[in-house]
């Protein structure tokens, strides 16, 4: 078998030289080649995603966990959608692309692939293995999904008569970050 060593400069983004063969590896999520095309890229997928509370709360989870690095190009389940946007593909968070990653990675990103419509995760197996930081992303990205953000409720006067609508406050509002 013949093999050919690649040079860094001829690497896709988010990918690395392995030392002892030279060859390509994916490494998604680990290295950022910050382009005109990726710097924006959470603001390409959030674009993209406008419009579905659920696809929303999936995108937010993973630019918001980890430092953003599962919404980096090179991961498998970032898609180019044409141009400089970008797209989920949720069906690419396979158990095979996460194995190599911690429990609470995991779990955060089944969790994401089940939001817009993805293989159900089992909560039960999820939930509990995850952070503090883990449960507070996931709580918002329910209440997100559920739009609560959207909702609205029924103003009353000091006579108890409906006088109007206001909006409500999210249910769990997204911790402070990216």
Not at 107 to 121: F, Q, Y
Not at 133 to 139: D, E, I, P, T, W
Request: aromatic content about 6%; cysteine-free; glycine content about 14%.
């Amino acid at each position: 078998m013949v093999t050919k060593t690649v040079a860094a400069h001829e690497l896709r983004a988010g990918w690395i030289v392995l030392p002892k063969t030279g060859q390509p590896h994916p490494f998604p999520g680990r290295i950022r080649t910050m382009t005109s095309a990726t710097s924006n890229l959470p603001d390409q997928l959030r674009a993209w995603a406008k419009g579905s509370y659920p696809l929303e709360a999936a995108v937010e989870l993973l630019v918001r966990a980890f430092g953003g690095r599962f919404a980096d190009a090179g991961n498998p389940w970032i898609k180019e959608a044409g141009g400089d946007r970008s797209r989920l593909d949720a069906d690419a968070i396979t158990d095979k692309a996460i194995g190599g990653l911690s429990g609470g990675e995991r779990r955060l990103r089944r969790i994401a692939r089940s939001m817009p419509g993805g293989e159900p995760v089992n909560l039960n197996d999820d939930i509990p293995g995850l952070g503090r930081g883990g449960v507070q992303l996931v709580l918002a990205a329910i209440a997100h999904a559920a739009g609560s953000h959207e909702h609205g409720g029924i103003v009353y006067d000091a006579a108890k008569q409906p006088v109007g609508f206001e909006r409500l406050e999210t249910l769990y509002p997204w911790p402070d970050g990216r």
